[in-house]
Structures are given as C-alpha cells and as structure tokens.
C-alpha cells in the first residue's frame, strides 16, 4: 500500500488530458477476504464530485462486498459500510486509500467472530 501512496504523491493535473488510471489493484488479505482498488484522474469532476479523481475501492469478504468507497455519476464522494451509507469527505487520493484502510481495520477488528 506504501507504493501507491508513493506514486500518487507524484501526480499532477494537467486540464488537457484524457482520463488516466493511476491505480488498478487487488490486495488479498487471507483466503476469504480482498480489496480491490481502482482510482483514475480525469479531465472534469464526475457529477456530485468537485474533485478530478474517478474511484472505487472495495473490500470483499467471503463474496460479499461490505466496505466500499465511490464516487458514481450524479451521486458525488460516499461510502457504504455494511448496510449503511453516508457521504464521503474527499480531499486526497491518500487520505482516501489511509480512511479506506482505517475502515477495513475497522471493519475486521468488529467482525472479528464472523
């Protein structure tokens, strides 16, 4: 996770550009249990976004998605954990992968007997 951070502190927008993936990875975490992150930097916000960063992150356990971190079209920054959703605060690319895995720890550390 150290590595995309690393990467990401390098990147810069530049308005005439095309959209660019700037991170497509899946971590796995044990046998039931991985995250996948893909983040672009695009030319304009999406809709309901202020920001020029397009992402989804996502932590799956046992096939079920229960942590994810979005920012669809016309629904701006937001993020579900388990059943609950609620609006998301972006403000980095690395504040967002730091709060995705605080969540995940999160996520764990209450799920532990499950």
Not at 33 to 48: M, R
Not at 79 to 107: C, M
Request: proline share 3%.
């Amino acid at each position: 996770m150290l590595e995309l951070l690393t990467a990401l502190s390098s990147v810069g927008i530049i308005s005439n550009m095309k959209a660019i993936q700037l991170v497509r990875t899946r971590i796995t975490y044990s046998d039931i249990a991985f995250a996948e992150l893909v983040l672009w930097q695009v030319p304009e916000p999406v809709a309901g976004s202020k920001h020029r960063f397009k992402y989804r992150l996502a932590y799956v356990v046992r096939g079920e998605c229960v942590l994810r971190y979005d920012n669809e079209n016309g629904k701006g920054d937001h993020r579900h954990f388990g059943k609950r959703e609620s609006v998301y605060s972006f403000s980095t690319p690395e504040k967002l992968i730091a709060n995705f895995q605080q969540d995940i720890a999160r996520w764990n550390n209450e799920n532990s007997n499950s």
